[in-house]
């Protein structure tokens, strides 16, 4: 299957019908399967993206499903208008021309969706052709379901992705969750588990009709607060839908106003998004080391800052010490040895007159007070502070390290802290200078509005995620109830011939389930190794991945069997490793679908650039549409990519009219391409 052609009405930043020939080429001298839309950002690549999913699913293009209300709102969201047009247009349309092959012959689909806006409201139309006139094969009504059963809405979203849906697989955390949400669209499980409601349904009935009547208001009552929290579930998925879609309506806008203020003011908007990263990087360097000085200043840091008397404090505890310790000794030894001088002198002089016992147990005494008298100068022996031995070598040692280590810590950390601050006012100058024309400064203050709404809406998307994976923890014990109450049930010991056969039923479809998840998700691991040892920059070092089949979380394994799980690997290895994804997933589906990626090498290093634009975009299908910038696929890489190329367009938006206008070739060469079908 391949998509030959798509028209697009009134769409965006298209005006009237801008038409694209999509044909891949198979010539002789190879095939060239790519399509390559370039433009800059706001120039309509996305809007050409997203009008393959408008044409083929109208409402049901957007994921999760939104109410009609919304969908007007978004379709006339998406209406060309402009200030210098004296009147807005009433319709727009998307078409696509599909060819495919069934049952050995080949026919052309034609695919046109039109939307025409009146007062009271929006009505959209489908209309499909089969080889240039209308399909009769199947009833009108069913045309939808057509095209659905054509490209499944579940398999586009494995087919049809850009660089959030990369980055949302790429930062999946353990639970996986976007994995396990395509698989189940990839081997159909969703209709596996409507299935099972409704047995889960005709056994809560047939029991309260047998008398059964705990069992069947159990289980209906666990089926209602399952059926409650899905449908919880769903207004949280809608809610965040919504949130995504003002994101993207923010980054839209800013774009725009960024686009505009380039034009106006000047190249110094050029740099902004690399100064105000430096501005951030050096003021969290900033707080981190604030942080640390902190840290040190709570211990022994401030002994740091008063060198000198530390140093004479730390000489006067160690002397206190010394002293201490000497004093000791020579009492101990004073004692010891003025008892056996005393007893022997006395012994010794006993003979002698009394008076000259005195003098000589007198001058014995002095001998004794000199010969244990402390070597320490008069001056140093005042024990000020009467520290412990231990307590003078702990302090000793905090005085060492306020004065070398701390201290070379401290001033590394403040000659740092002032090289960054330096940065960051730099930066903050850049960021500050006012452009030369007054009428800008308008326009910096509602980029600094908007830049600060899109920080509170991606706070309100990301706790949207956090509720969403707390229903989805209840909906996960609300299936261990459902499972637990069919447990009770199948212990009855009468049951009606209808809950016998709703029980085999179950049992089968358990029993298929599991296999059906082990089957494909051996097929998937083992198409996700191929991709991804194909896709990364490092050779021979994967051995196996495996896949959890109950959480789908991902571990990669070594060559020498050590785990790495998936959260681990390096950004760049993320990006490659959800492409990798993808395209496993894609190519276990077993349908031949286009690939349409938007801007899918955005956050990617040069070395992993190179092995997609190497390894996959030319052999992902018979046909692979990109959306990409100038700074993606630059001019080494198109020149690296134009062997497979079949034909490219340069979406080029003219400010002055509010409107795109597409040029064949891309950035470096391009030309017109007629307006008109």
């Known amino acids: 299957m391949i998509f030959s052609r798509i028209a697009l009405e009134n769409i965006g930043v298209f005006r009237g019908v801008v038409e694209f020939d999509l044909t891949p ?6 095939r060239r399967p790519i399509i390559l839309f370039g433009g800059m950002n706001g120039t309509g690549k996305t809007t050409v993206f997203e009008s393959f999913k408008l044409a083929l699913y109208g409402a049901g293009a957007f994921w999760p499903p939104i109410s009609r209300e919304r969908y007007e709102t978004e379709m006339r969201n998406r209406l060309s208008r402009h200030p210098s047009t004296l009147s807005d247009p009433e319709r727009a349309s998307v078409e696509l021309d599909i060819v495919h092959t069934h049952l050995g012959k080949q026919h052309q689909y034609t695919v046109h969706r039109e939307w025409d806006f009146q007062k009271k409201g929006m009505r959209d139309s489908l209309r499909v052709l089969c080889d240039g006139v209308p399909l009769t ?9 057509f095209v659905w059963d054509l490209i499944p809405p579940g398999l586009s979203r494995l087919y049809f992705f850009d660089g959030e849906k990369i980055q949302s697989l790429a930062e999946d955390g353990s639970g996986s969750i976007q994995l396990a949400e395509s698989f189940r669209s990839l ?7 409507r299935l099972s409601m409704d047995l889960e349904f005709i056994v809560a009935k047939e029991l309260s009709r047998a008398g059964a009547t705990r069992l069947g208001r159990n289980l209906e009552a ?8 899905q449908t919880r579930r769903m207004s949280l998925l809608s809610e965040r839908a919504t949130r995504q879609s003002d994101i993207d309506a923010h980054v839209s806008e800013l774009e725009t106003r960024e686009r505009q203020l380039a034009s106006e003011g000047g190249g110094w908007v050029k740099h902004r998004d690399a100064i105000a990263k430096v501005q951030a990087e050096a003021a969290a360097g900033i707080a981190a080391i604030d942080t640390r000085l902190r840290e040190l200043a709570s211990g022994t840091f401030p002994f740091a800052l008063t060198r000198t008397l530390t140093l004479r404090a730390k000489a006067r505890v160690e002397k206190e010490a010394e002293f201490e310790q000497e004093s000791q000794a020579l009492s101990f030894l004073k004692s010891r040895a003025v008892t056996n001088i005393e007893v022997t002198t006395k012994k010794e002089v006993a003979h002698l007159d009394p008076k000259v016992q ?10 004794i007070e000199e010969t244990f008298r402390p070597h320490t100068p008069q001056n140093e022996q005042t024990n000020l502070n009467h520290l412990s031995p231990k307590e003078a070598v702990r302090i000793s040692n905090w005085f060492e390290e306020a004065t070398t280590a701390i201290a070379a810590e401290a001033e590394g950390l403040n000659a740092r802290r002032d090289e960054l601050l330096h940065q960051q006012l730099a930066a903050a100058a850049k960021l500050a200078r006012a452009p030369s024309q007054d009428q800008l400064a308008p326009i910096v203050t509602e980029l600094n509005a908007l830049h600060k709404r899109l920080g509170e809406t991606k706070g309100e998307l990301a706790r949207l995620d956090t509720d969403l994976a707390r229903i989805d923890r209840e909906i996960e014990r609300a299936v261990h109830r459902i499972h637990g109450v069919k447990e009770e049930i199948a212990h009855q010991e009468k049951q009606s011939e209808t809950l016998a056969m709703a029980h085999r039923v179950e049992s089968v479809l358990d029993e298929f389930h599991g296999e059906l998840i082990r089957s494909r998700l051996s097929q998937v691991t083992k198409g996700l190794e191929e991709s991804f040892a194909s896709l990364s920059r490092k050779k021979g070092w994967l051995g196996e991945i495996r896949v959890d089949p109950e959480t789908f979380s991902v571990t990669l394994v070594d060559t020498k069997g050590h785990l790495l799980p998936k959260e681990r690997l390096a950004a760049g290895e993320k990006q490659v490793y959800a492409v990798a994804l993808l395209w496993s997933l894609a190519r276990a589906s077993g349908r031949n679908l286009p690939f349409i990626i938007d801007t899918p090498l955005g956050r990617l290093d040069s070395d992993h650039r190179r092995k997609l634009i190497q390894s996959f975009l030319p052999h992902a299908s018979e046909q692979v549409i990109v959306f990409s910038t100038d700074t993606e696929v630059d001019q080494p890489y198109f ?3 134009s062997p497979h190329v079949a034909r490219s367009y340069h979406l080029v938006h003219d400010d002055g009219m509010g409107m795109t206008r597409a040029e064949r070739g891309y950035f470096w060469k391009s030309e017109a391409v007629a307006a008109g079908r």
């Open 25 to 30: 080429s198979t010539r002789s001298y190879g």
């Open 137 to 145: 094969e199947v009833e009108q009504s069913l045309w939808q379901d």
């Open 187 to 193: 081997v159909g499980l969703d209709l596996v588990d």
């Open 222 to 229: 666990a089926h209602q607060e399952f059926e409650n929290l």
């Open 358 to 367: 005195r003098i000589v147990l007198h001058t014995v005494d002095r001998i």
């Open 639 to 641: 020149d690296a990519l």
